[in-house]
């Protein structure tokens, strides 16, 4: 049997595709292995949003030369966003490379090993660019639903991905994102619904909704108009899904239907991922992300109060094109109020082919954002620490996901799988909790009552169902 080795960076776009990629693969008779010298076909599914997560990728291919030299017949795949976005600059950076696949046309991998394993020559597949066609032939390029699966691929057997929408018309001006996604498109409704039942039947409890910003979820067809909140109470309708969440949210499409939806069907996770970019009017304007800092305000303060106890969690990009000291402060004051459970805090990297590369020059210093992706970050995590010892003494829902890392890391070393273990899951709010339990807990909902915890976790113990004598009743 030929045996696949496929490492995924990115977003959780990626790692569906390459749930999708690995289920074509297996039709095709692959066997998955965690050791890249073994395998016959290695495959990096690739990130385009920061420099570093392509340099990463050129790194590693540089280390499988030699394995290539030893071994002609191993094919060597670059797929996803760095191959619609480098094209043939893989070819030449890594000359040894076999094959460059865009991510609309990931369903085309195992035809084009085939070719390199029968011609020997290096394929690249990629979807048409912004502006070489008519937005019917571009978003056509990009399409590429595919509802074969690898269940093995999944976060877990009873979690998934599941998705609603591809591309991104935002065109944020630092952003990569619509020019290798290609335009915004939202799935058919019934497409979305048959998916999420399949998987219920395959035993999945939870499903993930993804799109760059879901929330601009539509679908048109004759008079009628499917939005996000729609969509969401159709499938809290599909039996055997307990649990929904979704990501990425855009500030701007934050309406009140959706907090609704959020706040009123129970199985709707009680988290909301929201990129607010920055706290600064001059940079957001800049970012032309379309909204003002006091618009995304307004929007948080909604969803506080609608929808009780919500988590919410932002992402913030420090040191953009023009960002002065007053900015950054204007940013740490809305992480400062907004209370988010988390925020993820990345310095900006100019990215060859956005707006903002082309006009807007990269020049606060590398030192400088540094210094203030710590600050923020330390911030946060003061304000997440707080965050989470809010639940000292309460119990909370927890959807079992499996052994935790360091629990994993030291069955690895022992080789051995013991029934009481250290698990981790999540709440409905998304919250990370780490308890002492049962492997036959793993996939279901328990409650926990947390006595610990710290910016990232918390910590807790099963709590078991005490039965009052007077209830017992015997015969
Ligand atoms: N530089 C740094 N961060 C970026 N992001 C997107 N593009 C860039 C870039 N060029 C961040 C944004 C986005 C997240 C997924 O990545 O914060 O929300
Ligand atoms: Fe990129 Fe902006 Fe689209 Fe998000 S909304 S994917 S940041 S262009």
Redesign the pocket.
């Known amino acids: 049997m030929p045996k696949l080795y496929i490492e995924t960076v990115g977003c959780q776009m990626n790692v569906l595709d390459s749930e999708l990629v690995v289920a074509a693969l297996r039709k095709e008779g692959y066997e998955l292995t965690s050791d890249s010298a073994a395998a016959d076909t290695v495959i990096f599914n690739t990130c385009s ?1 920061r420099e570093h997560a392509e340099e990463k990728i050129y790194s590693a291919l540089g280390r499988l030369k030699n394995a290539k030299q030893q071994n002609p017949d191993k094919v060597i795949g670059v797929i996803g966003c760095m191959a619609q976005n480098h094209q043939r600059t893989v070819f030449e950076r890594a000359p040894y490379v076999d094959l460059v696949v865009g991510p609309g046309q990931l369903h085309q991998v195992p035809e084009l090993i085939r070719k390199v394993q029968t011609t020997g020559d290096q394929q690249l597949e990629v979807s048409l660019g912004r502006k070489e066609g008519s937005r019917t032939e571009i978003a056509r390029s990009h399409e590429s639903f595919d509802p074969l699966r690898d269940p093995t691929m999944r976060p877990t057997p009873f979690q998934a991905y599941v998705r609603i929408q591809i591309g ?5 001006t ?5 020019s290798v ?1 290609g335009p915004e498109q939202s799935r058919h409704p019934e497409d979305i619904l048959a998916e999420a039942r399949q998987l219920a039947g395959e035993g999945c409890k939870e499903i993930t909704l993804l799109g ?2 879901v929330n601009s979820y539509k679908y048109n067809e004759g008079e009628q108009t499917t939005r996000f909140s729609d969509l969401i109470y159709s499938l809290h309708d599909v039996d055997g899904i307990d649990r929904i969440k979704f990501v ?1 949210n ?1 500030p701007k499409d934050m309406t009140d239907d959706l907090l609704e939806a959020v706040r009123d069907l129970p199985k709707c996770s009680k988290y909301l991922h929201v ?1 607010a ?1 920055s706290g600064s009017d001059a940079q957001l304007k800049a970012m032309r ?1 379309g909204y003002t800092v006091g618009e995304y305000r307004e929007m948080l303060a909604r969803t506080y109060e609608m929808i009780p106890r919500v988590a919410v969690t932002s992402d913030f990009i420090v040191g953009f094109s023009g960002e002065t000291d007053e900015d950054f402060q204007m940013s740490m004051d809305l992480v400062r109020e907004s209370r988010f459970k988390n925020s993820f805090i990345f310095k900006y990297s100019e990215r060859p082919g956005t707006k903002g590369a082309q006009h807007l020059p990269d020049d606060v210093p590398d030192a400088v954002k540094r210094a203030r992706n710590n600050e923020m970050l330390q911030l946060q995590n003061e304000i997440s620490e707080a965050d989470n010892q809010r639940f000292l003494g309460e119990a909370v829902q927890v959807l079992v996901e499996g052994p935790s890392k360091a629990a994993a890391k030291k069955e690895a070393e022992l080789g051995a799988v013991p029934l009481q273990t250290q698990l981790t899951g999540r709440t409905m709010c998304d919250r990370i909790v780490v308890f002492d339990g049962n492997r036959r807990q793993i996939g279901e909902t328990i409650d926990i009552a947390i006595y610990d915890a710290n910016a990232h976790t918390l910590f807790g113990t099963v709590v078991t169902q005490h039965v009052q004598p007077e209830l017992v009743t015997l015969g």
């Open positions: 949003v991104c018309d935002k065109f944020c630092y952003c990569i994102v619509p996604r760059q910003t990425t855009y990129p970019q992300r």
